[in-house]
């Protein structure tokens, strides 16, 4: 009996290390130079879609406009073309998805329509995350490079 009360615990600690692996070697390295110096703003659309076409006057009012300019690159695709490895496929249009390094997804996708303060919202989330996970704020990165730039 006690031979299986230690087969029992030997195998508790064997998934128990297992499943408990170190975060910090799993973790991949990433060379800062690596990273992309906009988010990529990936936008499912359709013909046709009214609410894409709301979407898309909304980020060309002042705030999200001069974020988008400066932080992020929109790429437009149509519903049903290929969308990075990853994702969960959009369930309808709009949908955008805030990339980092590698198409990794920063926020959650955005779908519909959306007033300025919630574009806002996801836009400022979005550039958060990728701080966050970067170690990089693309703001003052940004306003670094237009000084630079000026000079």
Same mark, same amino acid.
């Given at each position: 009996?006690?031979?299986?009360?230690?087969?029992?615990?030997?195998?508790?600690?064997?998934?128990?290390?297992?499943?408990?692996?170190?975060?910090?070697?799993?973790?991949?390295? #990433?060379?800062?130079?690596?990273?992309? =110096?906009? #988010?990529?703003?990936?936008?499912?659309?359709?013909?046709?879609?009214?609410?894409?076409?709301?979407?898309?006057?909304?980020?060309?009012?002042?705030?999200?406009?001069?974020? #988008?300019?400066?932080?992020?690159?929109?790429?437009?695709?149509?519903?049903?073309?290929?969308?990075?490895?990853?994702?969960?496929?959009?369930?309808?249009?709009?949908?955008?998805?805030?990339?980092?390094?590698?198409?990794?997804?920063?926020?959650?996708?955005?779908?519909?329509?959306? =007033?300025?303060?919630?574009?806002?919202?996801?836009?400022?989330?979005?550039?958060?995350?990728?701080?966050?996970?970067?170690? #990089?704020?693309?703001?003052?990165?940004?306003?670094?490079?237009?000084?630079? =730039?000026?000079?």
């Amino acid at each position: 009996m006690s031979l299986k009360k230690y087969l029992m615990l030997f195998l508790i600690l064997v998934l128990f290390t297992s499943c408990n692996g170190n975060k910090k070697n799993q973790k991949t390295i #990433i060379d800062k130079k690596d990273i992309p =110096n906009k #988010i990529t703003l990936l936008f499912v659309t359709q013909p046709h879609c009214p609410s894409c076409k709301v979407l898309e006057e909304k980020m060309k009012l002042e705030k999200p406009a001069k974020l #988008i300019l400066n932080y992020f690159k929109i790429h437009k695709i149509n519903i049903g073309e290929k969308i990075p490895d990853g994702l969960i496929p959009p369930n309808g249009t709009p949908t955008v998805y805030f990339l980092g390094y590698k198409n990794e997804l920063l926020v959650e996708p955005m779908v519909g329509e959306k =007033n300025e303060e919630r574009l806002m919202m996801f836009l400022n989330d979005a550039l958060y995350e990728f701080k966050k996970l970067y170690g #990089i704020d693309l703001e003052k990165k940004g306003d670094s490079n237009e000084t630079d =730039n000026n000079s």
